[in-house]
């Protein structure tokens, strides 16, 4: 079977989130991590989970929605936290792509999502775009105790090497097997499959030939079979070792 780490099952685009969960187990995806990137997501992630043996969440505030925050967040946060349902504090991070001129808040929000964790005994699941050096040094000196993600990792092969020492492993969705994404492919190529899990981001980052379409979890065996393929073995190693991965840090 295999576990997508990382869908927004509470994204508006799924109409009917049943029909999503069913096409993903027909394609033997047997577990699912919806992602929480503000309250409101938190709240309708859990209402799903739920609803759904299969499905777990994290919880979190993206650095997307820093400006949301209230003073009480963390205890917001902790409180969601205690749902067994929950099996990470994500999706956390720094983005500057978009913004970068609330670089010192969106730090100081991670940080204090890093150290929630820490005290709660739960991994962080890391968003990061266009902030790998701020990234790698917040995590070197706030380092998570749990084993943590890195999802839809975009960085270096040298940068992936330092996020393994920090205790990381990568998710990879869609984006691995475009044809542009020789970066991303290098890095799959260049890093243990124990460090390897699998995601879609859905509904957004489909996987050829499906790019620019709605993503769903059953995909995600097109994207084991382009690791496979990078990795040069067999797709049901690429199934097993993820799985097992995935298992392990969530706990799931």
Known sequence: MFVDVHAHLCDEKFNDVKEIVENAKREKVEKIISASYNFASCEKNLEIAENFENVFITVGIH???VDE????????LKELAKSKKVVAIGEIGLDYHWRDDNKDLQKRIF??????????????VVHCRDAIGDTLQILKEHTPKCESLMHCYSGSVESA??????GFSFSFGGVVTFK??????????????????LETDCPYMSPEPFRGKINEPKNIP????????LKNIEKIK???????????MFKI
């Open 63 to 65: 650095p997307e929605n």
């Open 69 to 76: 925050i209230e003073e009480d967040y963390l205890k917001k």
């Open 111 to 124: 940080i204090e999502q890093i150290e929630l964790a820490n005290k709660l005994g739960l991994p962080v």
């Open 161 to 166: 090497k330092e996020f393994i020492k920090l």
């Open 180 to 197: 542009n994404a020789r970066n991303v492919q290098e890095v799959v190529k260049n890093i243990p499959l124990e460090k390897i899990m």
């Open 222 to 229: 097109i994207i084991a079979e382009k690791i496979a393929e």
């Open 238 to 248: 690429i199934e097993e070792i993820t799985t097992k991965n995935s298992e392990k």
